[in-house]
């Protein structure tokens, strides 16, 4: 149970790169926006039966109610949307093989903003890891 993040991060990081692979096959003749507005409406489709399923819809209107966190669930809501319209033009005029490692300096930021932000602490094996993430996405990307 405790190696359940990394199990769970795995199939995440799975997912995400067949986000790419199938956004780069479906975006060849049609707008980036549109099919990200499309893909929307499906994965919240989609997230919404599985709430149905787990049983816990009837946990919304108390998340709701909580100011702060449905405001900071809707920043990344938006914040979730602008990515991946840019994640999505990105893709239409790009390679995959240079837009998905780009895309992955999220993790460089994410780390960044949580030493700085939330008081987040980092090794200095876990730095020179984000660092050598931050030189292998420009690497990749560019090479």
Do not use: H
């Not at 060849?28 to 499906?42: E, F, G």
């Not at 949307?81 to 460089?108: E, H, T």
């Not at 980092?122 to 560019?142: P, R």
Request: hydrophobic fraction near 65%; charge should be positive.
């Amino acid at each position: 149970m405790e190696n359940l993040w990394l199990v769970f991060g795995l199939l995440s990081a799975i997912m995400a790169a067949m986000v790419a692979i199938f956004g780069k096959i479906g975006l060849q003749s049609v707008d980036a926006n549109t099919a990200t507005a499309i893909r929307s409406v499906i994965m919240a489709a989609f997230l919404i039966l599985v709430v149905v399923c787990q049983g816990t819809l009837k946990e919304i209107p108390a998340i709701i109610a909580d100011k702060k966190a449905i405001t900071y669930i809707a920043l990344s809501g938006v914040a979730g949307a602008l990515s991946w319209l840019f994640y999505f033009l990105a893709l239409k005029f790009g390679n995959v093989s240079q837009v998905a490692p780009i895309d992955k300096l999220s993790v460089v930021i994410a780390t960044v903003i949580a030493v700085t932000l939330l008081g987040e602490k980092i090794s200095m094996v876990g730095s020179a890891g984000v660092a050598l993430i931050a030189l292998g996405a420009i690497l990749v990307a560019l090479g």
